[in-house]
């Protein structure tokens, strides 16, 4: 009985070193398509270059509106207690109806009215805090009734 020799070649299976040649070379072309292509890479840029002066506007935008927001806020608080203040302290009978608020808050300026008010005995205290933003000024009004006293009685807020 004679045996055949048979080789790799003659079975059809490939020898050793052409399948790891085959290997490196379609793990080589996968690498290459992984990246991104030339073109690619420009239209990205071109989208970005649109979408971000928009987003960017969008954001100024945003601060615009939360700067305002909070002077608005400050402005409320400040003609508050300076409302308050006013008509605690009867300031308002003495005539001193404007003034600031000193260094520590540099930016308001507040003003106060008194007005007749339907009763002889109540009067309208208008405090307005003003300020300049984005180059506009600004302000904000809060009132109160405060009483006139009568001869040889005390004025006071009414709440």
């Known amino acids: 009985m004679t045996r055949a020799r048979t080789t790799c070649g003659s079975t059809g299976v490939p020898p050793v070193s052409a399948v790891v ?13 992984q990246g991104f292509t030339f073109i690619e890479i ?14 960017m506007q969008g954001i ?25 203040e006013l008509a605690a302290e ?11 608020f000193g260094p520590d808050i540099p930016l308001y300026q507040w ?6 008010f339907e009763s002889g005995t109540l009067r309208q205290l208008d405090v307005t805090v003003l300020w300049r933003q984005g180059g506009k000024d ?6 109160t009734l405060v ?3 009568q001869a040889g009685q005390t004025g006071g807020v009414l709440e």
């Open 138 to 143: 600004k302000s904000i009004t809060l009132s």
């Open 111 to 116: 003003k106060a009215d008194v007005l007749e």
């Open 90 to 100: 009867g300031q308002w009978q003495q005539g001193v109806l404007a003034g600031d």
């Open 21 to 33: 040649y085959r290997a490196k070379r379609t793990q080589a072309r996968r690498l290459c398509h």
């Open 42 to 55: 420009l239209a990205t840029l071109v989208i970005l270059s649109i979408a971000l002066p928009a987003v």
């Open 60 to 84: 100024s935008g945003c601060l615009t509106v939360a700067s305002s927001a909070k002077c608005q806020s400050e402005a409320a608080e400040l003609a508050h207690d300076k409302l308050m």
């Open 147 to 149: 009483y006139t006293a």
